[in-house]
C-alpha cells in the first residue's frame, strides 16, 4: 500500500521531532498548526511497516483478515489530507491535474512490474483453466478496477484454500484506494471554492463533508455486509468511511495537545490493540462493517500519540531504522509477498503454507521487496525527465497501463488463434458424443488435443441470447432475467426454458430443434435458482427469491406452448423429483402446456475433468459410478401419471454404460462437478432432438 506520493507529506524534513513537544494554539493559525505537525514522520512509517507485516502474516501463517489492510486506507486519506490542507491554509494552488498525474506516476511503475512478472508466473504454474480469468483480473488491477471484478465474481476473501485464489486478488484494495485518489481531491477542490468566496478556514468545510462521508459510508458498509458481505467486502463505497476517518482525525489532530504520558499510553495501548484483532476477533464475514473501527482507531491511537519524547514511548520503536526502512518497502511488500504465496500453494498444491514453508515465503516477500523498493521504485521516485511537464507525466502512465494490457491481449490473441485451429478440426478430431452413436467409426487424428482447453471449462454457460421482447408481460424488477433465444415472427410455437444454469446449458440444443420446426425460444433463467418453492431458493442467491416469486406470472400471463425445466435435482449421492415442482407442472399442464422434463446433470464431489488434467485422462481414479445414474429416470412415474408432461433423459450419452469417464470421444465430458463442457453439450444435439421429437410424439 501507499501514501499519496507527495514529498511534501511523506518526505519533508523537520529541525525538530513532529508531536514531541506540545503547543499552544493561542496566535497558531491552521496553516501554521499543520505545518508544524507535517513533514517526515518516522513513528507512522513504522506504523506502515507493522501493518504490512500484519497483512503478510495473517495471509501466510493464519488466513485471517489482520485489519492491516483497512490502516493502510486510514494512513493514505490522513496524509492526503494534512498535505491538502497544508495547501487550502497557505493560499497555494491545489494543481488538481498535476496530483493525480504525479500520484499515478510514481505508483503504476512498481505495480506493473509486479503484474508483469506474475504474468509470468501464470503462465509457467498455474492450471491453465483458470489463467483467462486471472489474466483479466491483471489488466483490472493496472487501471485500478480489481476490487469491481472480485465483486463481480463473488470472490471469497476468506476462502480457506489461497491455492485457488487469485494472484491478484490483493490489487483490490490498491484499486479502493486508487480510486479515492481520483475522487477525494474534488472535496478539496469545493473547500477551495468555499475560502475563495468567503475567506475562512477550510477546516469546517473539509470536516462537514468527511463528517457526512464518514456517516453515510460506515452505514451502507453495516448493512451491506450484513446483507451481501462478499460484495461488500470489495465495494468502494464500504470502505469510503475509512478514508474520512483518516482525513477527520488529520483535521482534528493539529489541534491536540496532550501530555507525553498519555502520548506513551496511547502508542502502546494502540499497538497492542491493533496486533490482537486477528487474534480476538473472528472477523469472517464481518469486515467491512463496524467491526473495521477496531484497528483504525488502535491506528489513530498510535498516530495520535506521534512522537511523545519518552525513552519508554512506542514511537523509540517505530522509528527504529530497521523498522523505517520496512515502511518504507511496504508498498512493494504488500505487491510481492501474495502472488508468492499463491504460486507456491499452486505448485505444491497445498491449500495453506506450512510453518517452514511460511517462514520462507514470508524471508522472501521482504528481501525481494527490499531490492525492488532499492532498485525501482526510489529510482523511478527520483526520476526528474518525467516531473518537468504534465505531459511527460501522463506519457509514463499511459506506458504502464498499455505495457499490461498489450501483454494480456497478445497473449489472449494467440490464444484465440490456437483454438480456432483446434475448432476447424474438431468435427474430424473432437466428435465429443457423436462416438457413441450405432456404427460411428472415428477418422480424425488420435493425437489431437482434447476439448475445450483447460482454460476455457469456465466457459460453459450457453448464449442467452437478446433482450426480453416487448411483448412479453413480466415484471420490470425480474425482466433482466429474461431473454429472447430465438426470435421468430411466424412462429408456430413459443417456447419457454425455465430454470438455472442446469436448464440453461440444453439451449444449443433446443434452439437447433427450435430452428428445424419453426419456433420461437424465450428464456427466464436465474443463476442458481431452483424452480420449485421460495423456501428453497439458496440463501447465498438472494436475488432468486424475487426471480422465483414472479416466475408464476410469467407463465400464466403470456401463452407458452411448451415449457423446459429441469425434471430432477440430483446430489452426489442421490436423485429425486420435487413435489413442489409436481404441483407446478400439474398447474401448466392443466392449462394446455406441454412440460418438458429434462433429467439433472450428474453431480460428484471433486470434477472428473479436473483429476484427468491433474493425473491422466485414462486414470481410473477419474472414472466414477453415481449411485443415481444406474437408476432408472425418477421423472418417468411422473410422467405416466400426468398428461402433458414427457420427459428427456441424456444419462445414457453422458455417463454411457452407467460410467462417468472425464473424456468421451476426445472431448471433455464435464466442465466442473456437475456443469456439461460446452463442446460436449453441443454433441449432444442431435441425440438431444431425437428424444425430444420421441418424447413429443
Not at 478496477?145 to 484494495?173: K, R
Not at 486508487?178 to 471554492?193: D, S
Amino acid at each position: 500500500m501507499h501514501f499519496p506520493p507527495s514529498s511534501e507529506s511523506v518526505a519533508g524534513t523537520s529541525s525538530s521531532p513532529v508531536g514531541s513537544q506540545p503547543w499552544s494554539g493561542a496566535g497558531s493559525s491552521t496553516a501554521q498548526r499543520v505545518q508544524r505537525y507535517s513533514g517526515f514522520r518516522p513513528e507512522v512509517q513504522g506504523l506502515r511497516a507493522v501493518a504490512v507485516l500484519l497483512v503478510v502474516l495473517y495471509h501466510v501463517f493464519m488466513g485471517r483478515v489482520s485489519g492491516g489492510v483497512d490502516i493502510f486506507l486510514f494512513i493514505s486519506a490522513f496524509f492526503m489530507t494534512l498535505s491538502f490542507v497544508r495547501k487550502l491554509e497557505g493560499g497555494r494552488p491545489l494543481a488538481l491535474g498535476r496530483y493525480w498525474l504525479h500520484t499515478f506516476k510514481r505508483l503504476l511503475p512498481l505495480a506493473v512490474v509486479v503484474i508483469l512478472v506474475t504474468f509470468v508466473l501464470l503462465w509457467c504454474f498455474f492450471p491453465a483453466a483458470d489463467v483467462p480469468e486471472f489474466r483479466s483480473q491483471g489488466v483490472a488491477s493496472a487501471f485500478y478496477l480489481e476490487n469491481w471484478a472480485l465483486a463481480s465474481n463473488a470472490v471469497d476473501y476468506y476462502a480457506a484454500d489461497h491455492s485457488t485464489a487469485s494472484p491478484f486478488q490483493h490489487f483490490w484494495s490498491l484499486s479502493v484506494q486508487g480510486q479515492v485518489f481520483l475522487t477525494w481531491p474534488l472535496i478539496f477542490g469545493l473547500a477551495w471554492l468555499v475560502k475563495r468566496r468567503t475567506g475562512r478556514s477550510s477546516v469546517p468545510v473539509l470536516a462537514a463533508c468527511f463528517g457526512v462521508v464518514f456517516a453515510v459510508s460506515l452505514v451502507f458498509s453495516v448493512v451491506t455486509t450484513a446483507t451481501q458481505q462478499q460484495f461488500a467486502y470489495f465495494d468502494t463505497r464500504a470502505r469510503l468511511w475509512e478514508f474520512a476517518l483518516g482525513s477527520l482525525v488529520a483535521l482534528a489532530i493539529p489541534y491536540l495537545n496532550l501530555p507525553r504520558v498519555v502520548r506513551v499510553v496511547l502508542g502502546w495501548g494502540g499497538f497492542v490493540s491493533m496486533v490482537l484483532v486477528g487474534i480476538l476477533v473472528d472477523v469472517q464475514g464481518a469486515f467491512p462493517g463496524w467491526i473495521a473501527l477496531w484497528p483504525l482507531l488502535s491506528a489513530a491511537a498510535i498516530i495520535v500519540a506521534g512522537q511523545s519524547g519518552s525513552a519508554l514511548g512506542l514511537d523509540r520503536f517505530l522509528s527504529w531504522a530497521p523498522v523505517v526502512k520496512l515502511g518504507d518497502a511496504a508498498y512493494a511488500l504488500y505487491l510481492v509477498h501474495w502472488p508468492l504465496l499463491v504460486t507456491y500453494l499452486v505448485v505444491r498444491d497445498r491449500p495453506v503454507a506450512g510453518p517452514r514453508s511460511g517462514v520462507v515465503i514470508v524471508v522472501v516477500s521482504v528481501l525481494l521487496a527490499l531490492l525492488l523498493t532499492k532498485f525501482v521504485e526510489n529510482p523511478l521516485k527520483r526520476w526528474k525527465w518525467p516531473e518537468a511537464r504534465n505531459w511527460r507525466l501522463a506519457l509514463v502512465i499511459v506506458i504502464c497501463m498499455g505495457l499490461v494490457l498489450a501483454t494480456a491481449g497478445t497473449w489472449s490473441a494467440v490464444e484465440r488463434h490456437r483454438t480456432a485451429q483446434l475448432e476447424a478440426r474438431a468435427e474430424l478430431n473432437n466428435p465429443g458424443a457423436r462416438v457413441l452413436e450405432p456404427g460411428y467409426e472415428f477418422t480424425g487424428d488420435e493425437n489431437a488435443p482434447t476439448l475445450p482447453r483447460s482454460e476455457e471449462l469456465a466457459d460453459y454457460h450457453a448464449d442467452l441470447g437478446s433482450k426480453c421482447p416487448s411483448d412479453i408481460d413480466i415484471d420490470s424488477s425480474v425482466r433482466k432475467y429474461c431473454t429472447e433465444v430465438l426470435g421468430n415472427d411466424d412462429a408456430e410455437k413459443t417456447v419457454l426454458v425455465l430454470g438455472n444454469s442446469h436448464a440453461q446449458q440444453w439451449i444449443p440444443a433446443i434452439k437447433t430443434y427450435a430452428q428445424d420446426h419453426n419456433w420461437r425460444v424465450i428464456a427466464y433463467v436465474g443463476q442458481g435458482c431452483f424452480y420449485t418453492e421460495a423456501s428453497q431458493q439458496p440463501k447465498t442467491q438472494p436475488h432468486c427469491a424475487g426471480w422465483f416469486e414472479h416466475s408464476e406470472h410469467l407463465l400464466t400471463s403470456n401463452d407458452f406452448d411448451t415449457v423446459f425445466l429441469q425434471g430432477t435435482f440430483a446430489s452426489v449421492e442421490s436423485e429425486r423429483v420435487n413435489e413442489n415442482l409436481t404441483s407446478a407442472i400439474r398447474r401448466l399442464t392443466g392449462r394446455g402446456t406441454t412440460v418438458v422434463g429434462i433429467r439433472d446433470t450428474p453431480r460428484f464431489k471433486e470434477g472428473l475433468t479436473q483429476c484427468a488434467l491433474a493425473l491422466d485422462r485414462d486414470d481410473p481414479q477419474c472414472t466414477q459410478v453415481p449411485p443415481a445414474v444406474r437408476q432408472d429416470d425418477p421423472q418417468k412415474a411422473l410422467a405416466d401419471g400426468i398428461d402433458g408432461y414427457v420427459t428427456v433423459d441424456m444419462t445414457s450419452f453422458i455417463c454411457p454404460g452407467g460410467s462417468c469417464h472425464p473424456v468421451i470421444g476426445n472431448v471433455y465430458v464435464f466442465a466442473d462437478t456437475n456443469h456439461l463442457s460446452a463442446p460436449y453439450g453441443e454433441s449432444l444435439i442431435d441425440a438431444f432432438g431425437d428424444q425430444l421429437t420421441e418424447a413429443l410424439s
